[in-house]
């Protein structure tokens, strides 16, 4: 991003926004603070594209924030911008109630700054990842919107963006594809031919460990010869994207609704994220290690 990253502070309570910011002045961010949902409907209205991560209470006075969040979510220039909630309920069904409608991360006070620090990080990385896949996908040429079946091979990571780029082009008007293709080709490379499990990555990512992981796990001679196949079919109604791997599955049951179980990581949201606002039909085949994605045609803008 050419702009510094800037962060919506939405809470009430001005302790409250003075400690949020200064937890991500020390990460370099520039903060903007207000107390209602009215005057950050306000802020986002003028500025739009210079926020890039909204940290929201749940309860507020008049328009509350599920309110604004949901505002935000049917305005085409700010629903990418990732939202991260904050309440003092720890209810069960109000969290899943907000990552089910696509809140970035649910935190309930009090929390650890270091929690904050990771999941703020978390969601500019998401929001620029994206922003730079539209922008690659705009980039491409309209040869492949020609496209209405093919078999692609992936080993690595970049096999994986790469590919996805590409293929979404074949949809131009879908917002979001390329995102949602990238999480599956991702997944498929990662977690189904390398093995890297849930927890593993955690731990990872954490030790800002996990690209040299996957490095290593690629030249081990047992994932020598490991592909991934991304078969595509395309029709005048719909776009069906197949992904398979060669890995052992998994329960991805778990893993496709952002449920209060998602909202306790700062990974594993992938799966939920990519049929949330890539494709409007994602399902699972046998163990786990096929996926088929579908974009309805006639559901385009």
Not at 260 to 287: D, N, P
């Amino acid at each position: 991003m050419s702009d510094p990253i800037t962060a919506l502070v939405v809470d009430d309570e001005e302790l409250s926004r003075a400690i949020v910011a200064g937890y991500l002045s020390r990460m370099g961010y520039r903060t903007l603070g207000v107390g209602t949902a009215e005057e950050a409907w306000r802020l986002l209205a003028d500025l739009r594209e210079v926020v890039h991560v909204v940290l929201l209470d749940r309860q507020l006075p008049g328009m509350g924030g599920m309110d604004l969040f949901a505002r935000m979510k049917a305005d085409p220039d700010l629903s990418a911008i990732p939202v991260i909630m904050q309440t003092i309920s720890d209810r069960s069904a109000e969290i899943a109630e907000a990552i089910q409608a696509g809140v970035f991360y649910y935190l309930v006070k009090p929390y650890s700054g270091e929690l904050l620090q990771s999941v703020a990080a978390a969601a500019v990385d998401q929001l620029t990842r994206l922003k730079r896949l539209q922008g690659d996908v705009r980039s491409r040429t309209d040869a492949m919107a020609l496209m209405r079946e093919g078999t692609f091979r992936f080993r690595t990571p970049q096999e994986a963006h790469n590919l996805a780029i590409a293929v979404a082009s074949i949809v131009p008007n879908a917002r979001g594809l390329a995102f949602g293709l990238v999480e599956l080709l991702l997944n498929a490379v990662e977690h189904g031919n390398l093995g890297i499990g849930y927890a593993a990555k955690g731990e990872l990512k954490l030790g800002n460990m996990l690209a040299r992981e996957i490095e290593e796990r690629l030249a081990r001679a047992e994932h020598a010869d490991k592909t991934a196949t991304l078969r595509v079919e395309r029709n005048e109604r719909k776009a069906v994207f197949t992904v398979s791997d060669e890995g052992q599955g998994f329960d991805w049951s778990r893993y496709l609704a952002m449920d209060a179980f998602q909202s306790t990581a700062t990974h594993g949201r992938g799966i939920a994220l990519a049929r949330m606002v890539g494709f409007h039909e994602l399902s699972y085949v046998g163990c786990g290690n096929t996926v088929v994605a579908t974009v309805d045609l006639a559901r385009l803008p």
